[in-house]
């Protein structure tokens, strides 16, 4: 099992950024797939999370109607789209997975929001 993000980098407020994470050694569309973020000093953050079904999906409430969260099966690789950007955003961001009890994650990509 092997999960892999990319798409980070900087961007100004209120800009965008898609996050992929491209999954190896099991198919993404029989799994619980999460967004978690850390800022410096923070705790983990749950982000968003898209369940087996692609109309299950989760959003924190500090990302609400600027993020989503979707799939490509074809591609197995789950995505996070991230809008109207702000300093807050500023953070660490991995993909996981939970699979017979094991949790799974990526190496992270880094994402600063800053002018």
């Known amino acids: 099992v092997q999960l892999v993000e990319s798409g980070g980098g900087l961007v100004q407020p209120g800009g965008s950024l898609r996050l992929s994470c491209a999954a190896s050694g099991f198919p993404v569309s029989s799994y619980i797939l999460r967004w978690y973020r850390q800022a410096p000093g923070k705790e983990r953050e749950l982000v968003a999370t898209i369940g087996v079904s692609v109309s299950s999906t989760t959003y924190a409430d500090s990302v609400k109607g600027r993020f989503t969260i979707s799939r490509d099966n074809t591609k197995n690789t789950v995505y996070l789209q991230m809008n109207s950007l702000k300093p807050e955003d500023t953070a660490v961001y991995s993909c996981?997975?939970?699979?017979?009890?094991?949790?799974?994650w990526g190496q992270g990509t880094q994402v600063t929001v800053s002018s």
């Open positions: 996981n997975t939970r699979i017979f009890l094991t949790n799974y």
